[in-house]
């Protein structure tokens, strides 16, 4: 990873302008394993720990924001893909073991019952990775002669949603991807407008049974937070080490009456920056290895684990973009121009905080089950 790390960094304004991944820079993470981190090693996969995992996730977003989400989205590829069908799982890894899919969990689309099969028609949006993924996928709403399948919950419940996985090449990208933060993520909207898809491309969501054995592929939902927050931390932390480099430069800025690397209050900032960044990384690893025990147990799952693993996320998401903004703010001046990478690290951090997997109403989910706790 070190050997790639000036190629990467040498590109960024490349990757921003693009908006996207250049399709070489996947193949070189491809060549060095990192799309095979949670792939089972009956498929060729590395199969690492979750712990593990994320430090990988970490130290791709510590180089750049983008790099890290598109990490973070084909590592993840492999704890979502088990949900399907043993024959669409098999014929998914038949040529590679390191695929990259393409998911939004959001129910976009309706999968509408017809003889052989399912019509499909929808628009995703936030479908990360799509210009450099194999296949992609989304959630349905399901129905019937016109009318909304019955949920899990019947009558008194949501209609029935399930996910659809496709080839890649079965769905239309729309080129919509103009952000704030993590522009080279490509996370464009995704459609498809009157698809066939068979039985076997579906798969239940959020709690469809696995079809291989390992720990990590059976709770998919409660890893998504805290892989966000390992994305989170390494972007914090390379924002610490952007806005340190300056400060040990000798730069003096206007009027202050030492450099940066002399001030009483630059250091006394620094300081409580690494303490918030610091504390990050810690509540992710804690985290992490109590979810990896959990699944090594086969007990990662139910709410109380899920809500815990979300609130952990919106902390750390909430923390790094306020260690980020601080970051920024020491530097001064020179942070708002396009070649400093702290109004990057900035804006890539803002817009991952807005993640619906990591957002602030979620506290609210945790709130009331400590209060359950407590009665």
Known sequence: MRDLAPDMLARV?????????????????RSIGVFRVFVPRSRGGLELDLPWGMEVISALA?????????AMIGISSAIMSPRLPRQTYDLMYQEKSDIIIASVSMPGGTAEKVPGGWQISGRWPFASCCRNADWMAGLCVMSEGGKPLLGPAGDAGPALVRGVALPASAWHIEDTWHASGL???????????????????????PAGASCEPGPLYQAWRHLQSVLIGAVCVGIAEGALSDVAELAQSGRQQLRAPAPMRDSEMVLGELGRIEADVRAARAAMQVQAESHWRHALAGTLNGQALYSEGIQTGIWIATICARAAH????????????????????????????????VHQRHYAEAGRMMLERVV
């Open 62 to 70: 510590r180089l750049d924001g983008s790099v890290g989400w598109t």
């Open 183 to 205: 522009r080279g993520t490509g996370s464009h909207h995704i459609a498809l407008q009157n698809v066939l898809a068979s039985e076997a491309n579906f798969f239940d969501f």
């Open 13 to 29: 304004t490349e990757i921003e302008a693009g908006r996207c991944m250049p399709s070489d820079l996947i193949e070189k993470l």
């Open 326 to 357: 601080a970051c920024f703010t020491l530097a001064g001046g020179v942070a708002v121009y396009e070649s400093s990478p702290l109004q990057r690290r900035l804006r890539d951090l803002q817009a991952a905080a807005q993640h619906a997997m």
